[in-house]
Structures are given as C-alpha cells and as structure tokens.
C-alpha cells in the first residue's frame, strides 16, 4: 500500500497566484514526521518544509505553509505568491518507524508543478 | 558552508561491474543517508550512517552497501551491476540521525547509466 500519495502528477499555476499541492499520509505511528522538497531540473533535492506529528501549529516558512491535517492524515503544501523559479517536481515524503525502531524516509511520487507567465 | 558534495557526477558502466560513489557531507553533519531515484520506482531509501554506523536500511539487496568514514564521509557499492541500477542516487546529510526528525540537505547526485 502506498504510504505517501500526491495525487497531482503535474499541475499549472499562474504566476502571483497561490497553489496547493496535495499529500496524504498512512501510519499507524503516533510519532512521525513530513517534509516536502523541491526538485529542479538539476535534480538537488531541495529542502522546503517540515512538520512533526506533535506540532500543533502548521508550519511556515516564507512564502510556503503546510496544511496538516491530522485526522484526515493529510499534509498539503500550499505556495503563496508563485514566481517562475517555482517551476519543479514537488515531493512530499514521511519519516516512519520501522518495527525494528530503525527509521526510514519514504517519497510520494511528486507533483510537477509549472508556473505561467 | 560549503554544501553535500556528490563525485562522480556522471558514471557510465556495463553490467557485472560495480561502482562506488562518494559523498561528502556538510560539516560538522554525522548521518549520511543514501536514495535512489529512477522514473519508475521514484525515490527510494537506501540506507543512513550515523556516526560510522548503519542505522537504518531501505528494501534493496545486498548487492548496495554503504559505509561511513571518521570525518563523516560515506561511500555506496554497488556490485554486479544490473541494467535495473542506472539511476541518480542522492546523498543527504543531517546534524542528527533520522529519527531525530532533522532537515535533510541532498546532494546534486550522481547519475549512472548501467549498459
């Protein structure tokens, strides 16, 4: 079963307009956490955002904020004020417990997100 | 601060071979972690050193292995290459191991193209 699903395999957005990108979550953990990256053309993972479980408040960082969503175990990521340099594949992904108390971080596939003059 | 360095760039092989790629991470960063990304499986875990130790490892065979070197530096193997293998692989570096929850910095990548 898919632990992280994005279900916007590419999107277009307007520039100056605000976009959300769309991220749901399976685990049965109580202590997790998400992040979402942005991958260029040149392929550096590039970190964007991250939110804990425990965190009550959502997160911001400039001109991103994450949408959490607890119960619905949904964490979307919404731009605000898009520019041309926003242009990428967006990946959301979940640190997760394994059963031996080892970690792993696990991607959705990404959403390409293409901004419009 | 200069960033997660990645060599080579680029790698051509044939299948049989191995590789191994090299990672240098941010200074003063211990837990190296290791992802391969490709058009069909999409990013995958590999495995994270932490302090010259394997902490944590994704679902891949033994053919990948890793190690990590005194001043953090980390290194990928990969035997018997398989036509499957060509790839970028992504080396990220964090202050602390993964289940600290901390930011991971990736590397630019190293691509290989396994013929």
């Known amino acids: 079963a898919q632990k992280i699903t994005q279900t916007q395999p590419g999107m277009f957005v307007q520039e100056k307009e605000a976009v959300t990108l769309d991220c749901t979550y399976d685990?049965?953990?109580?202590?997790?956490?998400l992040f979402w990256y942005k991958q260029p053309s040149s392929g550096e993972m590039i970190f964007l955002i991250y939110?804990?479980?425990?965190?009550?408040q959502n997160a911001t960082e400039g001109r991103y904020s994450l949408n959490f969503q607890k119960a619905r175990k949904s964490a979307n990521l919404v731009i605000s004020a898009s520019q041309l340099g926003d242009s990428a594949m967006y990946f959301c992904a979940m640190r997760e417990r394994q059963l031996d108390s080892s970690y792993k971080l696990i991607f959705g596939s990404g959403t390409r997100l293409l901004v419009r003059p | 601060k200069a960033g997660v360095t990645q060599t080579p760039r680029y790698l051509i092989k044939t299948r049989g071979q191995q590789v191994t790629l090299s990672c240098s991470p941010i200074s003063g960063h211990r837990s190296v972690s290791w992802y391969q990304q490709t058009p069909g499986q999409g990013l995958q875990f590999l495995f994270e050193?932490?302090?010259?130790?394997?902490?944590n490892k994704g679902n891949f065979p033994g053919r990948f292995s890793g190690r990590q070197f005194s001043n953090s530096r980390s290194e990928m193997n990969v035997s018997t290459l398989e036509l499957g293998d060509s790839a970028l692989y992504l080396c990220?570096?964090?202050?602390?191991?993964?289940?600290?929850?901390?930011?991971?910095?990736f590397g630019p990548g190293t691509r290989l193209t396994v013929l």
């Open positions: 685990t049965s953990d109580q202590s997790y956490g």
């Open positions: 939110q804990g479980s425990y965190d009550e």
């Open positions: 050193y932490f302090s010259e130790t394997q902490r």
């Open positions: 990220a570096s964090s202050p602390g191991s993964l289940g600290g929850g901390h930011e991971q910095f």
